[in-house]
């Protein structure tokens, strides 16, 4: 999954595109380390990274940071997520957005920003459906703010 998101897209930056396996297993211990918020390396916040699989094949990623700085503020938010190019528009981006807006509610966050780019439709209809309210549009980005306990109901 890693290889096939590539380098980055519409803001996700995914820095593992072109490491080894023994660079991508230190970032895992790295991730383990950042989620725990102890010794944090300058401008980071605590942050969980999750995977969303569809039986044993990973189709997505995404991460919960638990308060924002001001660069969080201006790029990235409390949530950030990519969906594999080959399994988007199958519902995987709601599906993870929803559990890591619950993810956030369970961790005593009420109000969710993320933001994505202007020209991003697919990642504004997934905010959007998953009751983002969209705060501004300023240089190409959108911020948007979700109520952890108010999302829309789901669709059977």
């Not at 924002?68 to 201006?74: C, H, P, S, V």
């Not at 949530?79 to 956030?104: D, F, K, N, V, W």
């Not at 309210?133 to 829309?152: F, M, V």
């Amino acid at each position: 999954m890693i290889r096939e998101i590539g380098p980055g897209e519409n803001g996700f930056v995914n820095g593992l595109y072109a490491e080894s396996e023994e660079a991508y297993r230190q970032k895992l211990a790295d991730n383990v380390r950042i989620a725990s918020g102890e010794n944090l390396p300058e401008g980071y916040v605590r942050q969980q990274v999750y995977w969303l699989y569809d039986g044993d094949r990973p189709v997505g990623c995404g991460k919960l940071r638990y308060w924002l700085t001001d660069a969080l503020r201006l790029h990235g938010g409390h949530i950030g997520y990519t969906i594999r190019p080959s399994e988007r528009g199958h519902g995987y981006g709601t599906a993870m957005l929803r559990e890591l807006s619950e993810e956030a509610a369970a961790a005593g966050i009420d109000e969710v920003m993320l933001t994505c780019n202007a020209d991003n439709t697919a990642s504004r209809r997934v905010i959007e459906r998953c009751g983002g309210r969209l705060e501004k549009l300023e240089e190409g980005s959108c911020t948007y703010w979700i109520k952890t306990g108010e999302q829309r109901p789901r669709h059977t």
